[in-house]
Each structure stands twice: as C-alpha cells, then as structure tokens.
C-alpha cells in the first residue's frame, strides 16, 4: 500500500484543518494527518519513530508527505507549522546559495567531503551559512536605516 492509498482510506475526522502559515494572498490552509510510524534507514541498528504528516490541499487535489523526529506529544498544529516553515527555509538557502557561492555544493548525507573526498564539508558550509548570517544583518541594517530616514524625512 502507498502514502496515498492510506491517506485516502483515513476517516474524514483523522483529519485537522488548519492554517499553515501567513501567506503572499492571506492564511494557507490545509487539511493535515498525523500518525506515529517506525523508519529504518539500511545502515541502522534498528528502526526508529518518527511522525509521518500528511498535508493535502483542500480541493483534494496535492498530497505532501513529511517525517518529523518531534516529540512524540507534538500536537498535530506544531507538526503542521513546521511542516509550512519549510519554504522559508528552503527560501533562505536559495538565497544564500547565490550570494555566498553554495550553488555547486549538492550532498546527500551529513558526512559528506569535498574536492574528491579530502576536506569535510561541514566546516565550510559553516563559513558559507556565517557569511549568510552577515549579509542578512547588513540587509537589516540597511531596512532599519532606511526607514529612521523616512520617518524623519515625513
């Protein structure tokens, strides 16, 4: 059985209608499931519990599957907005992948090396993520300048 094929045969009260975050056109609501599954990634000693989220649009019509390693009492809101923050995330790291010089970094694991498996990668994505953090503070900076001169300007 898949994802899918299970979301679908869940009761109309398994069910939560929430709103998932503020939005460019107002709240984004979703309806959202959560259920306790157990993963196995190959290489573990033994499986793990995790929360599967299930978001669907509420036409019906796009499913979202997500695993979360929160807390077994996460209620289903707090999985839900967490599940919706990801777009910002995802946002910020576009964001500094173009202005630090990330974009030809792609791993798939934590471990992983650069320049042919010599250095680690998690110390330079440190100084990247740090030369991030610096820019958006000047960015900031920059807002909070501009508008003390609007302000007084007006």
Not at 29 to 36: E, I, V
Not at 39 to 51: D, K, T
Not at 112 to 130: E, F, Q
């Amino acid at each position: 059985m898949t994802l899918a094929e299970w979301a679908a045969t869940q009761s109309a009260s398994a069910w939560g209608r929430l709103s998932i975050r503020d939005g460019e056109k107002g709240e984004v609501m979703a309806d959202s499931l959560s259920q306790r599954v157990w993963v196995w990634e190959g290489e573990a000693l033994s499986a793990s519990r995790w929360h599967l989220l299930v978001r669907r649009e509420i036409d019906g019509t796009k499913l979202m599957f997500g695993l979360s390693n929160a807390k077994p009492s996460a209620s289903l809101r707090r999985l839900a907005e967490m599940q919706g923050a990801r777009h910002f995330v995802e946002h910020s790291f576009q964001e500094a992948k173009s202005a630090c010089g990330m974009a030809e970094y792609q791993v798939r694991r934590w471990q992983a090396c650069i320049d042919g498996g010599t250095k680690p990668w998690n110390p330079l994505i440190a100084s990247k993520l740090l030369c991030s953090k610096h820019q958006i503070e000047m960015q900031s900076e920059k807002v909070e300048l501009d508008f003390r001169e609007k302000s007084r300007t007006s």
